[in-house]
């Protein structure tokens, strides 16, 4: 009875603990990110005003790529890759310096029109904070880690005014297979303070609309796991093409600002040959087709190809506002094609390439719902569900780690990072392996 009664007493203080400083980091991580939005946004409006400003797309990059290269390594590439890294590999310690760099390498690369996100920036930048803040606080190791998932999972809420998928996303983002369990609670506040501070704050609304999903429709709900079986395979194809850039540029001689001016050249004739649209965040392409606006089919293959070379050619921003805009023109052009309302379809797409892109279908799911309504949430599990099974053991997250294989007869080791994985065979190493820094900047 007294070791129930100190076990509940541990507890009970562990959760006030955490009730205190995870509003901290989401009042932090709610204020930053809306002023690094805000600022983007500004940039974004300024340069569109001169009108040649795609061509400063090559120095851009090639700023971006000096200033990632040269000073702050791990402000390069994507952002939600390196804080998981830091989570695994350091538990969650990041340089104060990756904040700045991470601003301004990414205000460079979007601001000159490069195809990436404002979602991973922020994520970046939040669990920056949540580590300088343990850092200063002298945090042991546990505890610095739990308050950087609690950054991570802020700037996700916080930008896409979704408190509950952002609570997910910290749990569910580390791991293929599992869910951190034991920082549910620190995760949840931290997402709902950092939501409200930048609703508050004046965070532009990012909330995308799309048609009304009906009631427990039969075709539609049959029609969904064709959906996401689709997504699954686009998912495949999106992973290999950043993959594949990778591998480009680690056999490319040339410095990193110079591979930015390459890559900056590279998106302009991409851009020139589909569309502008596959530039840049693409929100308005992504909202045209949740109305059912018309897509062109160049746009789904023009944005895979434009965000992988603007990450691996010295770019920096994130990977899911991309996924988002491949998923809902995606699923338009499914809908059309299958004679549906392509405004539901591509609201299948928006969180079904994310459930398959990166891992994440409970994300992507309750996302969709936040969105959609609570009438998309069957026909969002379905779809969900079938494209995170059938995109195999691929991420566009590769420092995510596989905990539990996706289909009982590909069981193998556990802890293992995914992208050492040999292209989804289920060629997964030995357990005692630990992670490798396969960044190519940091090589």
Partial sequence: MIRQLSEEGTLFIHLIKWLFLAAIVGILVGATSTGFVLALNLAIKTVSHTGWSFWLLPFGLALSAWLTSALVPEAGGQGVERVIRAIHLHSGKMRWQVIPAKIAATILTIGAGGSAGNVGPCVQIGSGLSSFLADTLQFDSYDRKTAVICGLSAG?????????????????????????????????IAALVGHLTAVFLGMPDMNFVASPFPQFNTTLLLLSLVAGATFGIISMIFVECLNGGKRILYYMPASPPIQGIIGGGLLLSIAWLASPEVLGLGKETIQRALEGGTIVWALILGKILTTALTLNMGGSGGIILPICFVGATSGSALGWLLGQDPSIFAALGLAG????????????????????????????????????????????IPTQL?????????????????GELDAGKGNMGTEEKHLRDTTEGER
């Fill in 156 to 188: 996700f809420a916080a930008i896409f005014g979704a408190p509950l998928a952002g609570a997910l996303f910290g749990l569910e983002a580390l791991f293929v297979g599992s869910l951190a369990y034991q920082v549910l609670f620190p995760s949840v």
């Fill in 353 to 396: 390439l994310l459930a398959g892109a990166i891992n994440t279908p409970l994300t992507a799911f309750v996302l969709g719902i936040e969105f959609f309504g609570v009438n998309s949430g069957p026909y969002l599990l379905l779809s969900c569900t079938m494209a995170y099974l059938l995109s195999g053991h691929r991420s566009a």
């Fill in 402 to 418: 596989l905990q539990f294989s996706k289909a009982p007869t590909l069981q193998g080791p556990i802890n293992q990072e995914i």
